[in-house]
């Protein structure tokens, strides 16, 4: 583990490390707020953010404006890269597919699954490596925009009782059902669709075992409302199997960090309510 | 005027035009953020921010998180590009010349006098520009960062009863006196030092003619402080001539955006009362 970045916000600080995956196989980097209790040894929940296509973890550090909730609510926020990294990993030219481009699933397919496992990445390798090195009392939460809301979503589905609290922005709910969920299923985990359903938040709603309550926010004028993202789809999942969710749709807001960092006050709010600050 | 973006934010929305500047011969962009009541076309003061080296139009609005500040005061926030640009317009390969390094000054030597007139673009141009075309009262506050700082200083010290209120994070208070202000004004005013001094908050303080007071912000852990920065010369002018200063020294803060965003919401309150917000 390497620090490559540190500045004083927020009272706190904000970091960059990058540290040798051996899930992904690869050199890794993560952004990491701590606010000013953190670091002075306090223990603190983290709360988890998963970025969209192309991001790497500059951009939710850099445009969210997250540090000031972190800050009030005494939370540890740690934002990862989207996907393995480096000249040796498979990739491919289109912006959706490949690096920048993990889906927070584990590959099956050649030439991804040499490095294509952010699932395990994300639920454990990663949460493993900042409950060693920094001040966590073991809370988690996570959220995530658009590809990382869908992120978000499964990783919190498929780990009952690892996550407090799971929220995301513009997701991608059904990703078995829109263009960019069924072309990076079919090149990570091939042409079977029902291999897919382990990796859909709208088919893993239908066999939940516990009712985490969703928070979702989704702007009206999002320009991939109708095409990728499709919220009355989970919408009917939720009512079908009475799963808890708040569905907040937001007129006039589109795709950008402009709408994330209108509302990520309530998601911080939502998380540090179930973390217990 | 061609609007290029538009997206809501914090209740309004942020947009970025581009127009034709006659005063720089040149194409121009710049964001405007217009809190809610101003898309329903309440008039409200107008809050410039000028940027520091190498920065675009884009730098303040998506990094700082300046919408939430303006849309609770009720202001608008205008942040125009750092100079003039184009293929046509004189550049040099160095970051601190040229493009994206106008200094806020009216250039009187070739090849930059032809395009590089930013002092009279940002106190006369846009603010005409800006009055005619959004909901604006007239009144009118300035900020800015390092070189975007200087920007700040200069233009409020050389236009008295221009500007309700006047703020800075880590600017050049004494181009005059350090390497990268000694090589602009040299490049752009030419070798007479004495024709510096008009262009100089250290120099304009000894004559100010009003008691404008300075909010300044300056980080301790800045790698520019005691090279480029200097907030010390700034301190000596004003006390020396009885000038109101409040000069925040901000320990282990660097020269970065998360320094800006942490104290921004104290220079938006600091702007706001003097603009009746």
Redesign the interface.
């Known amino acids: 583990m390497e620090r490559v970045e540190q ?5 706190g600080r ?1 970091e960059v490390w990058k540290h040798r995956s051996d899930v992904l196989n690869c050199e890794m980097k993560f952004g990491i707020f701590l606010p000013e209790v953190a670091t002075r040894g306090e223990p603190c929940p983290v709360l988890y953010w998963l970025s969209g296509l192309t991001c790497t973890e500059q951009n939710f550090i ?2 969210a ?1 997250a ?2 909730h972190a800050a009030k609510h005494g939370v540890i926020v740690v934002a990862p890269d989207t996907s393995p990294r480096g000249d040796e990993v498979a990739d491919d030219p289109a912006y959706d597919l490949g690096q920048g481009a993990g889906f927070y699933v584990n590959a099956t397919q050649a030439p991804w699954s040499a490095h294509y496992r952010m699932q395990d990445y994300v639920a454990h390798e990663l949460p493993e490596l900042v409950e060693r090195h920094f001040a966590a009392n073991g809370q988690r939460g996570i959220m995530g925009h658009s590809m990382g809301g869908h992120g978000a979503l499964i990783t919190a589905l498929r780990h009952p009782g690892r996550y407090a609290s799971v929220s995301a922005f513009s997701p991608i709910v059904a990703p078995s059902q829109v263009p960019w969920g069924a072309k990076a299923l079919t090149a990570y985990l091939g042409e079977d669709r029902q291999s897919w359903t382990a990796w859909d938040t709208v088919e893993l709603i239908k066999q939940a075992s516990e009712s985490l309550p969703l928070l979702v926010d989704q ?1 009206g ?1 999002d320009e991939f409302l109708s095409t990728q993202l499709r919220p009355e789809l989970l919408e009917q999942a939720c009512q079908t199997t009475g799963h808890p969710l708040t569905l907040r749709r ?1 007129p ?3 795709h ?4 994330i ?2 509302f990520l006050a309530d998601h911080f709010a939502h998380h540090a309510q179930a973390l217990g600050r």
């Open positions: 500045h004083a916000c927020a009272g904000q850099t445009k404006g540090q000031a702007g004028a937001q006039g807001y589109d950008s960090y402009y709408f960092a209108t």
